[in-house]
């Protein structure tokens, strides 16, 4: 069932000529017939784990969807990728939830291909059954690295477990900086992690000052190279330094900050979309009043327009009366739960801050709101391509009603010419623990594009 409330049709294009029918052809001999070929064998599903932490070159299938697939071929084929090696990256079918499957040859052939559980029309699929592995394929997707001008400059590792740090630390993905999220640990890196560096290759000598690398929080970067370290005592400390350390390698203070709370990490995920957009740092504060090394970022720029996610239960009046007296009048953005909020994210706009997302023609990125991990692993895929705000879902198998809602008040609509129109595309987030197939088809057909009138 299409959506009833597409937006944005097209206006009439001329049409080209019509072309005379060309005169037939006589068809060409059959081929003699060969004997029938035996079957090929169809590939093993892999079993996996929503959070195992044992990371085996064969574990690694499925990390990434058809297209990244395809990046990564080209990568590991000598497609100037240089001689590395197998990173064990492939694409494999997974296997559906839904309910009426024969297992028979049609659907065995549609999961061979990959679809719908990876891709369809409107959606692309980062597979990924952590955030090591989401980070490691949405960093590929941006910088396929088949070449020395599509690597990145330079890398951010922050903890496996440290969504605080990785959602502070989206904001180095943004210009100038350009460093795409991967995910470490403090002795070393995970397997995919170290693999997926060997085909970035982060150079270093184009970053602002030299590094090949900007390890959050203590944790190991296994590169040559320069490696700048970041540390703080606490949650809003590290954010804290990282605000800093983004203000020096951009050569000036940012356009605008947001403030997240620590205590409920599910409102505080739609920032890491937002800083990997714009380059507008991310602090953190409590329910009550702001944690010191917060008021002391604050207080380096003061007056710089602040935006304070989540309800009053995250952060309070209290707290924004704190960020008043230093940056002026404090727009708080926020729903009744993570996924309103995400929305209401989406949609916002005050001057040149916020997505403001309230018509056809855009990217998103969709996510579980109880992953914030996940949410900041893939979003280097906020800051390029189709530039998309992170959108939330509460469910593994269907769409919210709110989400729903949104998605047909932005579908696009066309009345003659399709290839004249807007479209919508969905980057889903994870695996099918995650979000599974089917709330997958729901979003593809919610992303449609539809026809709303003009001539048949």
């Known amino acids: 069932m299409r959506g009833e409330r597409p937006i944005n049709a097209d206006a009439p294009s001329p049409q080209p000529p019509e072309q005379p029918e060309a005169e037939p052809r006589p068809a060409p001999p059959a081929p003699p017939k060969a004997g029938p070929k035996p079957p090929a064998p169809a590939p093993p599903a892999p079993a996996r784990s929503r959070r195992q932490r044992s ?28 001689p590395k090696g197998d990173t064990g990256f492939a694409v494999v079918p997974a296997q559906s939830s839904g309910e009426g499957e024969s297992g028979g040859s049609e659907s065995a052939g549609a999961e061979a291909l990959g679809f719908p559980a990876f891709a369809t029309d409107n959606t692309t699929r980062v597979a990924g059954s952590d955030p090591a592995r989401v980070a490691a394929a949405a960093a590929l997707a941006v910088f396929p690295s088949t070449s020395p001008s599509l690597r990145p400059p330079a890398v951010t590792l922050v903890g496996e477990d440290d969504w605080a740090a ?12 350009r460093a795409p999220l991967l995910f470490s640990a403090p ?51 590290l954010a804290a330094a990282i605000a ?61 327009p602040a935006f304070v996610l989540g309800p009053p239960a995250a952060i309070s009046q209290g707290a924004v009366k704190e960020i008043e007296r230093i940056d002026g009048p404090v727009k708080r953005i926020s729903g009744k739960d993570p996924v309103a909020s995400a929305i209401a994210f989406a949609r916002f706009a005050a001057g040149d801050f916020g997505w403001n997302v309230n018509d056809p023609g855009h990217g998103f990125v969709l996510a579980r709101a109880e992953d914030p991990l996940d949410a900041a692993a893939a979003s280097a895929l906020s800051s390029a391509g189709t530039w998309g705000p992170l959108l939330l879902t509460d469910s593994a198998d269907k769409v919210p009603a709110e989400l729903r809602s949104y998605l047909l008040d932005v579908k ?38 539809a026809k709303i009138g003009g001539e048949e």
């Open 55 to 82: 990371l085996t070159p064969f574990l690694l299938a499925g990390l990434v969807v058809v297209a990244i697939g395809f990046i990564v071929a080209a990568v590991l084929g000598g497609g100037g990728g240089g």
């Open 166 to 177: 990785a959602i502070a630390a989206a904001v180095l993905i943004a210009p100038p900086v």
């Open 187 to 237: 002795d070393e890196a995970p397997e995919v992690t170290a693999e997926v560096l060997e085909t970035l290759e982060p150079a270093g000598e184009d970053s602002a000052e030299g590094a090949a690398a900007y390890a959050i929080g203590g944790v190991a970067a296994p590169l040559e190279g320069k490696v700048t370290k970041v540390v703080g005592s606490s949650p809003a400390a």
């Open 244 to 304: 800093i350390l983004r203000d020096r390698l951009a050569g000036s203070g940012p356009k605008h900050v947001v403030i997240a709370p620590l205590s409920e990490p599910e409102f505080a995920a739609p920032a890491a979309a937002w800083a990997a957009r714009s380059g507008d740092p991310v602090l953190f504060t409590g329910p009550g009043r702001l944690p010191q090394p917060t008021l002391t970022a604050l207080r380096a720029h003061p007056g710089t």
């Open 412 to 449: 696009p609509g066309y009345t003659n010419n399709p290839t004249r129109a807007f479209y919508n595309h969905v980057w889903v987030i994870g695996d099918q623990e995650a979000i599974d197939v089917n709330q997958q088809a729901e979003v593809n057909e919610l992303a449609e594009l």
